[in-house]
């Protein structure tokens, strides 16, 4: 038995689960493709930055416009090798990956259940990484960079449609209503959770935007 799906998402079924493969939109693999893009743009940028200021440590990032957004601070801080090299490399990868799988749905691939949790798998963890260095840069690094600010938004987006495409497809058990709300509002948790990150970026340098 099929359920109700907005164009282009039709032949994602309830009957996934039970051994079927499914692929996803044209909309839905060019959202993977262009936040896989932004997200390879800013590792690149911030990357080639880390490299400058590796060689001239009066070397200051384009980005660093101003006492809070000072991307500067940010490459020099050792959350920015969290896991032993530079998070931007990590991303020029995982990036990568996301721009390849959005690709191979535009050419109508399907893959099987494993697949989309595995994918859904790395999105957790790569949005419980950006939340962890969102807290890092906001309340013990005290700035901000604007290219990881890109990177934050971009997977934030990318884990909740891919989360709600796997409600969707039944891959992610939930009450029928859930699976309603991910088919028909799929775009506004990501948009709650955006805006939740820019009160607290707000909220923490209030006199510095305010004054």
Known sequence: MTTTAPPGEAH??????????????????????????AGLLA?????????KLLEDKNFKPACSIN?????????????????GAPN???????????????VSLLTRVTFP????????????????FVSWLQYQSLYVIGNLCLWCCLAW?????????????NVRAGFLPAPAAVRGFAD????????LHIGVIGILVLTR?????TG
């Open 12 to 37: 994602v079924t309830a009957d996934a689960p039970k051994g079927g493969a499914v692929g996803a939109s044209k909309a839905f693999g060019w959202m993977l493709i262009i936040t896989g893009a």
């Open 43 to 51: 590792s690149w940028v911030i990357t080639l930055d880390k490299f």
């Open 113 to 128: 259940r494993w697949y989309w949790l595995t994918f859904n798998a790395g999105c957790l963890f790569g949005v419980g």
């Open 88 to 102: 931007p490399m990590i991303g020029l990868v995982a990036y990568g990956v996301v721009v390849c799988v959005g």
């Open 205 to 209: 340098w209030w006199d510095f935007w």
């Open 153 to 165: 938004v971009i997977t934030i987006v990318m884990f909740w449609y891919v989360t709600a495409h």
């Open 184 to 191: 028909e509002f799929p775009w506004v948790l990501p948009v």
């Open 67 to 83: 006492p809070v957004i000072a991307c500067g601070n940010i490459m020099e801080s050792d959350q920015a090798a969290a896991f």
